[in-house]
């Protein structure tokens, strides 16, 4: 069994900086068991919106909303990835969560980090 752990979300002012983590453990060896890893948010009553993408061959994709602004990576010594989200806007605030899918298909959901960018 994978576990995500998220970490990194709080308050930050309009055009300010934050990077998400997002720490891998369990039934896992390394990065290289992910087909692909993402960040996604949510506010409540609405649909969730994918945010940022990275497969294991290094493409990355991102939502229209975040393009130039959020970059995702990863840290395969850590067994990490991050989102590091930069001239951040009110309507930036969400919960984020982390997700991944296995190279065999299963996949997992992080319990989700707040992020609130206000004045």
């Known amino acids: 069994q994978v576990h995500l752990v998220e970490s990194g979300g709080g308050l930050v002012q309009p055009g300010g900086s934050l990077r998400l983590s997002c720490a891998v453990s369990?039934?896992?060896?390394?990065?290289?068991?992910?087909?692909?890893v993402r960040w996604y948010r949510q506010v409540p009553g609405r649909q969730r919106e994918m945010v940022a993408s990275l497969t294991n061959t290094g493409y990355t994709t991102y939502g229209d909303s975040v393009k130039g602004r959020f970059t995702i990576s990863r840290d395969y010594a850590l067994n990490t990835f991050y989102l590091q989200m930069n001239s951040l806007k009110p309507e930036d605030t969400n919960v984020y969560y982390c997700y991944v899918l296995a190279v065999g298909g299963g996949s997992t959901w992080g319990q989700g980090t707040q992020v609130a960018v206000s004045t």
């Open positions: 369990g039934s896992v060896d390394s990065m290289n068991a992910f087909a692909l």
